[in-house]
């Protein structure tokens, strides 16, 4: 008797490209205020206030997505991320 399974994994490489995209989103936001703080303009104001309208918005829909199945204390299945991933994904549109 074989017992055949069939996984819903998605796209690894998609998800380490969506992670990375975050990740990226949150060193330009620090490096943007690094910047601020010592008077040097990095970039346009018009591609900053695009970056921080934008980005903004998709960081903070990921994070209501993500943060309460990240405080569940049961086990979570790739259903609970899919909401987020939609973000994460987006954010690597705005990110490059």
């Given amino acids: 008797e074989q017992r055949k399974q069939i996984y819903l994994l998605g796209n690894p ?3 380490w490209i969506s992670d990375l995209a975050l990740l990226a989103f ?6 943007l205020e690094a910047c601020d703080m010592r008077n ?11 970056l921080l309208r ?5 960081a903070f829909a990921w994070f209501i997505h993500y943060f ?3 405080m569940m204390g049961r086990s979570l ?4 991320y899919l ?7 987006m954010m690597v549109a705005a990110c490059f």
């Fill in 54 to 58: 934008s980005g903004g918005f998709i």
């Fill in 77 to 80: 299945f790739l259903h609970h």
């Fill in 83 to 89: 909401p987020a991933s939609i973000f994460a994904y």
């Fill in 13 to 15: 490489i998609g998800w």
């Fill in 26 to 31: 949150a060193v330009c936001l620090v490096g």
């Fill in 40 to 50: 040097y303009e990095i970039v346009d104001a018009v591609v900053r206030r695009h």
């Fill in 68 to 70: 309460p199945f990240f």
